[in-house]
Antibody, heavy 121, light 107 residues
Framework: QVQLVESGGGVVQPGRSLRLSCAAS????????MHWVRQAPGKGLEWVAL????????YYADSVKGRLTISRDNSKNTLYLQMNSLRTEDTAVYYC??????????????WGQGTMVTVSS | DIQMTQSPSTLSASVGDRVTITCRAS??????LAWYQQKPGNAPILLIY???SLESGVPSRFSGSGSGTEFTLTISSLQPDDFATYYC?????????FGQGTKVELK
């Protein structure tokens, strides 16, 4: 079945780095845009980043621009989020989500279970 | 950036009630709007896409309407499983902005 599984979360000190992964299965990963969305404890959903199906385009929320980098490896069906210069306000559950086919607009119909990132000294 | 505003933030209702949640976009997004349901500890679930299309497997008591800047999610007869938080999301632009959420709680 169609599935996304995140990994790589944990507790990290402010200013340090972390890399999240999202393993996809059950669909043609290389044909779809992929997103990261996060949710701080007790708060709402915040879109973080998008990478196009072919890796040519990447977009970021202003709050993470310059610190978080989205990437993908279509040969491994895996999405990544490299998180540098982490701040306490980056503490959240991070979800990967499946976007549209090719460059089409589409709601996020598949989500992973989420991985928790805690930034604390 | 497109901003999404939901109302109300909290809604108290009883089983069997008709429930309506509103979402407003800061600029026209055509019909590029989705609604999600989220329960504590779980990932969001897509209910409605393209403003009014029901996602496969979602009960027909959920419906969506609107276009441009004003949208609504309606639950025709609230069921015990529907107590949750609901989010709207625009995907007209790449950013996929979410509304702040509406918590539906038991009256």
């Amino acid at each position: 079945q169609v599935q996304l599984v995140e990994s790589g979360g944990g507790v990290v000190q402010p200013g340090r780095s972390l890399r999240l992964s999202c393993a996809a299965s059950g669909f043609a990963f290389s044909n779809y845009g992929m997103h990261w969305v996060r949710q701080a404890p007790g708060k709402g959903l915040e879109w973080v980043a998008l990478v196009s199906f072919d890796r040519t385009n990447k977009y970021y929320a202003d709050s993470v621009k310059g610190r978080l980098t989205i990437s993908r490896d279509n040969s491994k069906n895996t999405l990544y989020l490299q998180m540098n210069s982490l701040r306490t306000e980056d503490t959240a559950v991070y979800y990967c989500a499946k976007g549209g086919y090719s460059n089409t607009r589409k709601a996020f119909d598949v989500w992973g279970q989420g991985t928790m990132v805690t930034v604390s000294s | 950036d497109i901003q999404m505003t939901q109302s109300p933030s909290t809604l108290s209702a009883s089983v069997g009630d008709r429930v309506t949640i509103t979402c407003r976009a800061s600029q026209s997004i055509s019909n590029w709007l989705a609604w999600y349901q989220q329960k504590p500890g779980n990932a969001p679930i897509l209910l409605i896409y393209d403003a009014s299309s029901l996602e496969s497997g979602v009960p027909s008591r959920f419906s969506g309407s609107g276009s441009g800047t004003e949208f609504t999610l309606t639950i025709s007869s609230l069921q015990p499983d529907d107590f949750a938080t609901y989010y709207c999301q625009q995907y007209n632009s790449y950013s996929g902005t979410f509304g702040q959420g509406t918590k539906v709680e038991l009256k």
